[in-house]
């Protein structure tokens, strides 16, 4: 049944995937299509769930692969496909639509990003927490390697990467994957630097990941 913002929903996400190339426009109609998404609005698990059977999390993902080393843009897919993350279903579609690969590949081709890697990491942590199975065995722990190695000194990045990686390594697959790829000396060295060296993040709508994780 389509909920009461269906037309609505479906208008924004037409609007994302047609003008994906034009990251200004893609960026603001990802921005509405998040509003409706989202507490407090009373209907957002159910325009959320409808969201996600009519394409959305696709139209984020191209939009951000046309537009990948934009930050502002990057900011306003991670948005969605954090709050997708919320849910068990929306975190499985977020793994599969290759959205969250997409954000990761995007930070890495440009390293200059800061917030957009501080609301990536929380969206990966958020998967991670409702779903951690889905991040297994895809290449995204290698993706989560290099985020820690490129932003060693970026405290709220460092802790929704362990974050990530302690929740997965709940599941003896996952706990594999971790070892196997020398994620033990990935964490090792991204605690062992001088704290005295960290940077604060600079500021986010949000908290982010809990620093004393």
Known sequence: EEPRDGKKILTLIKAVSDHKGFKQMASYNMS???????????????????SLKNGGLEACTAAIRANSVDEGLLLSAASIIDQAGTTTEGASY????????????????????????TRTTRALANVANTAPETIINNGTIDKIYKVMQDHKNRRNIIANCLLTLDKVSKNAHGMHEIVQGGGIATVIQALGFDALSLTEEEEDDDEGGGADG
């Not at 509405?32 to 159910?46: D, F, Q, T, Y």
């Not at 977020?94 to 917030?115: F, P, Q």
């Open 32 to 50: 509405c299509l998040h509003k409706l998404i989202c507490p407090p609005l009373p209907s957002w698990k159910e325009n959320l769930t409808f």
């Open 94 to 117: 977020v793994m599969e639509t290759g959205s969250l690969d997409a954000c990761l590949e995007s930070i890495e081709k440009n390293k200059s990003m800061t917030v957009g890697v």
